[in-house]
């Protein structure tokens, strides 16, 4: 294994073009993007946020997703945290070979699974005439 398999990637925050109204970080989840044939799938990394926390909009072509973490008031002390408290966002173009309409979501221990099925190409027709 080399040593470039082993290194960590370090959260990444968001560069924002405006000022928040709210004193909060915005970080960039880690994200694995597959493909086939029928369908391009989004698998984005948010540590402690739920499905409830998750915001997922299509506007102009771009996808969004947002995701807060739900605070927890821990059940005993807190000795290590390695997880910086901010909220997520990350957006993507989506291609017009995308079926905007079927998109479809789920989350799951903080992996949230965006699937986004290939329209059906037009399959050639004949027309028929009528009079008139």
């Known amino acids: 294994m080399g040593e470039q398999e ?5 959260k990444q925050m968001v560069q924002q073009d405006s ?3 709210k004193p909060e970080k915005l970080f960039i989840p880690a994200v694995d993007i597959f493909e086939t044939d029928k369908e391009v799938t989004v698998v984005a990394e948010m540590p402690g946020v739920t499905n409830t926390g998750v915001d997922i909009s299509l506007e102009d072509d771009v996808l969004t997703i947002s995701g807060r973490r739900e605070e927890k008031d821990p059940d005993g002390r807190l000795l290590l945290q390695e997880y910086e408290n901010g909220s ?4 993507f173009t989506v291609s017009e070979t995308i079926d905007q309409e079927h998109i479809s979501a ?3 221990s903080g992996l949230l ?17 009528h009079p008139g």
């Open 106 to 108: 789920s989350m799951n």
């Open 88 to 91: 997520y966002l990350r957006k």
């Open 6 to 10: 082993l290194q960590v990637q370090e």
């Open 113 to 129: 699974k965006v699937v986004l099925p290939k329209a059906a190409p037009a399959q050639p027709r004949k027309i028929e005439v």
């Open 19 to 21: 000022e928040s109204t």
